[in-house]
């Protein structure tokens, strides 16, 4: 895994928007209407991509040559840009939501005293588990 990875996007301009594919990552695909919404979803996408692809222990290829891609009159490059660290640690630490089913006595005992269910599993894990803050 690298902490840093840049891949080309090819941007397609079109009436109703722009597009974002990226050639060497089969399946990245984004859009938006302007070209700073764009860059922004391009980074998001292409994050999101390569964390799958890391999760699923495949192979992350390396980039195409920029001045290589061919483009078409409404189309441009674009080099995009990725951070891994800090996306890595947001999709590591991302709440989920679990259900859960207690019996009524102890759910209407428990919204008496408010308790916050997802804290006190959240720590009931933890213990459980032996995971230390």
Known sequence: MKDRYIFPALLAYAEDG??????????????GDSE???????????ALHLYGMEQEGE?????????LIATENNQAVLLVEVWMPPFRHE????AVKKTLTIPKWLDDLAQENNVNF????????KK??????
């Open 18 to 31: 722009i597009s974002v594919e990226f050639p060497d990552l089969p399946g990245c695909l984004t859009y």
């Open 36 to 46: 700073e919404e764009v860059l922004r979803k391009a980074k998001e996408a292409m």
């Open 59 to 67: 192979s992350i290829p390396e980039p195409s040559k920029f001045k």
């Open 91 to 94: 999709m590591e630490n991302k």
């Open 118 to 125: 997802s804290h006190i599993l959240q720590d009931a894990l």
């Open 128 to 133: 459980y588990l032996g995971v230390k803050d």
